[in-house]
Structures are given as C-alpha cells and as structure tokens.
C-alpha cells in the first residue's frame, strides 16, 4: 500500500505494483476460500464460493489493469472487499438463540 500511495497518482500504476497489490489480495482470498470450505473458519460453501470469485475478480485487475490510475485500482480491491463485507452481513446466522433458551 505504501509502495501505492506514494507512486505518482497522475500516472498508471507501474506494472509490478499492481501485481503485487492485487495478488496480495487475491491470495487472501483464495486462501480464505480453502479456509471456508475446509470448515477451518466456518464451513460455508456460499462464503468459499464468493471468496473464490473475488479473488479471479483481483486477478482480472491485476491482469487487465494496464495504464490504470492507482485510485482505479485501489477502489477497484475496495468495491470487491466491500461487497465481500456486505455479502457476510446478508448471510450472517444469529450467534446466540435467545428466542429458544432450551437449546
């Protein structure tokens, strides 16, 4: 990120930023996809499912992100992060059942 923040913002982010960057993130989401579905985490296939989605998403950025602005690529990972934020908040189960207090 810092190698990011401190390029020229008015010109493309240099080719090895970029990959670095978003296999960074690509390869937390892969792993956390191998995570899901293993049930190290918490085993969901959904989750693994969105995980592995968003990880090809980083790498199509990274591979078609050629003479991209590092805002672009930035927001890019953002949106793809936040939609995986919003997707665990929609699909998130209820940790205690107060409603049922014999189970």
Known sequence: ME???LSTQTQPLPDAIRWLLCGAAALCWFSMAIFHRLGLIRFCRLR???RLIAGIIAIAIAFLGHGLLPIVVIGSLMLVAGLQVVQDIL???PQTRLLEPQI
Do not use: F, G, Q
């Open 3 to 5: 190698k990011v923040l």
């Open 91 to 93: 699909t998130a189960r």
């Open 48 to 50: 693994a499912k969105y």
